[in-house]
């Protein structure tokens, strides 16, 4: 079965920070672009960092410099580093990945809530 569980979301103060996991299985990620999306009530999902074959991360400007992606292709596992956490962060998180013919590595999760607020 092939599925995608992201984990480590929970409620931070403003500044906070926390790490989320995606553990993927069922097929390795090796030949998927695996990216984090985020999705907050009343909005589209929305890319906000992602990963290449050759381990080079890009992200969107609204986290540019607080976040941090990586993975483990051992543990065939995704993280999500968040620092400096603001209350506009506040979203489900997801992950996901695409091969070069557009395919996605799994249906989309349910995500892991990440609630920023004091």
């Known amino acids: 079965q092939v599925q995608l569980v992201e984990s480590g979301g929970g409620l931070v103060q403003p500044g906070g920070s926390l790490r989320l996991s995606c553990a993927a299985s069922?097929?390795?990620?090796?030949?998927?672009?695996m990216g984090w999306y985020r999705q907050a009530p009343g909005t589209q999902r929305e890319r906000i960092a992602y990963i290449t074959a050759i381990g080079s991360s890009s992200y969107a400007d609204s986290v540019k410099g607080r976040f941090t992606m990586s993975r483990d292709t051992a543990k065939n596992t995704l993280y999500l580093q968040m620092n400096s956490l603001k209350p506009e962060d506040t979203a489900v998180y997801f992950c996901?990945?695409?091969?070069?013919?557009?395919?996605?590595?799994?249906?989309w999760g349910q995500g892991t809530q990440v609630t920023v607020s004091s």
């Open positions: 996901n990945g695409f091969d070069s013919s557009g395919g996605m590595f799994s249906n």
């Open positions: 069922g097929r390795p990620f090796s030949s998927y672009i």
